[in-house]
């Protein structure tokens, strides 16, 4: 179990190059990329995505990389097919003028556009085994923290999970006297209508069990049950199960409606309230997990 929640650094190194590498993510239904590379790396993106793929299932995930170099790959360069031109031209302007041509190299660094400044271009390798090395890292340190974070939320759903069991075992109790409850009730209720006599004890029986047929809950109680090993059998799973759980929660959340719909017992009723708030409390939570 894994949360959505991480951060994850790594940084790698070959020869003058250092490339530092985060990556960051937050919940989301699906899978999607925020990605920042060097415009030396910009086209190594796709194999950056298919590392992350191969790794994460849900979440936004946010991805840094800056590149530095110790030493400037700056390189120098001249026009000299423009320098050449230009001479000429100045050459011949001068013998058509009768004057000296006194042309000096620091006029020519002058002109505008002879000097241009270029970055000595990273081989794609080089690219590659940097980024790999600074994901490689990353990645470790991202799931590491991932896997932390979900054992965290794993062990606070555990212990909800409890207080949804023992609230249960408190509408189980209750249930097996639900129909020794709406005898009396009916009973009192003759009483204080002065009607008692005039029912038969055949008719008030019949009528005891229709009642306790129409409200029983044994079924849903049962499914709850079952509902709550499957929840436990999830937590244990290494696999994302933020799904299974979601649609078992639903599942509970219809039940305990049901359960509280039918009972009229007020320690049933105050179980249910219970039940409701711990799956609310369930439900936000696994929005953190994968």
């Known amino acids: 179990m894994r949360s959505m929640t991480g951060i994850g650094s790594g940084r790698a190194t070959i020869d003058d190059l250092s490339l530092h590498l985060e990556l960051r993510s937050v919940n989301h ?45 700056a390189e120098v360069a001249f026009d000299r097919e ?43 390798k080089t690219c590659e085994a940097l980024l ?22 794993g062990r606070d759903l555990a212990a909800r999970l409890r207080q949804l ?36 004890p055949q008719r008030l029986a019949a009528e005891v069990a229709l009642l306790a047929d129409r409200a029983t809950i044994t079924e849903e109680v049962e499914r709850l049950e079952s509902h709550l090993e499957q929840f436990r059998e999830s937590l244990r799973s290494d696999e994302p199960v933020a799904k299974r759980l979601g649609f078992l929660l639903q599942e509970m959340h219809r039940e305990v409606n049901t359960t509280g719909s039918k009972a009229a017992q007020l320690p049933v009723t105050n179980a249910v309230v219970r039940m ?6 369930m439900r936000e939570q696994i929005q953190n997990l994968e």
Request: proline share 2%.
């Open 29 to 73: 239904r699906f899978l999607d990329f925020n990605i920042r590379l060097p415009p030396a790396m910009t086209d190594l993106e796709g194999r950056l995505r298919e590392r992350i793929e191969a790794e994460v299932g849900r979440g936004r995930i946010s991805v840094t990389a800056e590149l530095e170099a110790r030493a400037s790959r």
């Open 82 to 124: 423009y320098l050449e031109s230009f001479l000429r031209s100045a050459a011949t302007l001068a013998q058509q003028l009768k004057v000296d041509n006194d042309l000096r190299l620091s006029h020519l660094m002058a002109l505008e556009g002879v000097v241009q400044r270029r970055e000595r271009q990273i081989p794609r």
């Open 132 to 153: 790999d090395a600074a994901l490689d890292q990353a990645l470790v340190r991202f799931q590491r923290m991932r896997d932390k974070e979900g054992k965290k939320l």
């Open 165 to 200: 069991e023992t609230q249960l075992k408190i509408v189980r109790r209750h249930s097996r006297n639900m129909a020794e409850e709406l005898r009396e009730r009916l009973q009192h209720r003759l009483d204080a209508a002065h009607a008692r006599d005039t029912v038969e």
């Open 276 to 281: 409701k708030e711990e799956l609310e409390n």
